[in-house]
């Protein structure tokens, strides 16, 4: 049984990945930023930790690596820290597998579509402009600039996963927004623009793809993870009236409205099933209903 080790584990993202991996016979251990005392094979570790972190690798001597651990709320308050967990706790992490004991065979890494920025229209492959827009983006760009000093001493991959939703993720978010009011029959909810569409894919998906992609390792690549659809505001609304059979008014809010933002932006999966052949996400229906009927 190889022997896997997600950073980041109790995440909304690392819970799907770290079950998914599990069904398919990997021995998963996992880091995150508080104690588990529940878990035997979870370590608390700080990715801002150089020697902590180097001691838990050494530890674990983990066969593989998916790496989730990140600031990822793109409105967090302390800008400081998407540089000191994204960029310089990555680079901690790198430099512990490095001169690890047991070279892993996969290190794959998040990153994050945001590097792709919101001036782009139409389908995004790989080889599209980049131009983040915010510090989040940025960090997870330069993450993966300070990544490709390693390509020589470990087999990285690199996904950009675009959008994703699904059962446990904080309604910070825009879809677990939206379930949320309707779930509790809200009067009113508070969004931007209405019309723009965007690529939403299942977090049941994306944890086969990181899966797959991990099993594969197709080293030095970076790869998109998307549905490669686009779905508007106003689409997300229906279907979530359709299955919850509330309606609610929708107040546009001027401050969650962003500047020349496009219209329609979505990605290409092409690349990414050309490693690991077939793959697609659930329609988004079947998503935003298995959020809704979440107890």
Known sequence: MKRVLITGANGFTGRYVAAELARHGWEVWGTGS?????????????????????????????????HLAAIAFVGHGDTAAFYAV?????RNLLSALA???????????????NVYGN???????????????N??????????????????????????????????????????KIVGHFRRKAAVIELGNLDVSRDFS????????????????????????????????REVLLLAEKITGHSLRVEVNPAFVRDNEVKTLRG?????????????????????????DAI
């Open 202 to 233: 299942d977090v049941r998906a994306v944890a086969q793809a990181y899966r797959r992609l991990l099993e594969t390792c197709p080293k030095g690549a970076t790869v998109n993870v998307c549905s490669g659809q686009s779905h508007s505001l």
């Open 34 to 66: 508080h104690e588990d005392p529940d878990e035997s094979r979870y370590r608390r570790a700080d990715l801002t930790d150089a020697d902590g972190l180097r001691d838990v690798i050494d530890e674990v001597q983990p066969d593989a690596v998916v």
């Open 268 to 292: 290409d999966a092409a690349r990414l099933r050309s490693y690991i052949g077939d793959w697609e996400t659930q329609p988004l229906e079947d998503t935003l209903r298995w959020m809704s």
């Open 99 to 113: 001169v690890c004991k047991k070279r892993p065979g996969c290190v794959l890494l998040a990153s994050s579509a």
């Open 86 to 90: 994204n960029l310089i706790g990555t």
């Open 135 to 176: 510090d989040y983006a940025v960090s997870k760009l330069a993450m993966e600039y300070m990544a490709r000093l390693w390509m020589d001493k470990l087999p990285l991959v690199i996904a950009r996963p675009f959008n994703y939703t699904g059962v446990g993720q904080a309604e910070s978010f825009l879809l677990p």
């Open 119 to 133: 001036s782009s229209e139409g389908v995004l492959s790989e080889a599209a402009p980049l131009n983040p827009a």
